[in-house]
């Protein structure tokens, strides 16, 4: 499956962005969803995953409250709203496809089935 990542941008302390996240190729319902950021200097790290239904979801502790990630399957689409962002959330941030049964699975970037390009964030303060 073939992923796009848009709507990153720069935004002040805050602020509230959303990405968006386009596939196209496979069955989308057909995979869980993830996304990921890498901050300038540091490892990629997760974000969040949603199952492919979209009605169990998971956050690292960093962005729980303030994130929510959501999929439109009809849209072939996933989303991340991003609220209350912070100049630690700034990072390109990926969108990632799975095909496990195991929501706990998604956290982990080395397992992902594939990947979209990037989409930067900057938060400042």
């Known amino acids: 499956v073939q992923l796009q990542a848009f709507g990153g941008g720069l935004v002040q302390s805050g602020a509230a962005l959303r990405l968006s996240c386009a596939a196209s190729?496979?069955?989308?319902?057909?995979?869980?969803m993830g996304w990921f950021r890498q901050p300038p200097g540091k490892e990629r790290q997760f974000v969040a995953a949603?199952?492919?239904?979209?009605?169990?979801?998971t956050y690292a502790d960093s962005v729980k409250g303030r994130f929510t990630i959501s999929r439109e399957n009809g849209k072939n689409t996933v989303y991340l709203q991003m609220n209350s962002l912070k100049p630690e959330d700034t990072a390109v941030y990926y969108c990632a496809a799975d095909g496990t049964l195991v929501i706990e699975a998604m956290k982990n970037p080395d397992d992902m089935d594939f990947w979209g390009k990037g989409t930067l964030v900057t938060v400042s303060s």
């Open positions: 949603v199952t492919r239904t979209g009605l169990v979801t």
């Open positions: 190729g496979r069955t989308f319902n057909g995979y869980m």
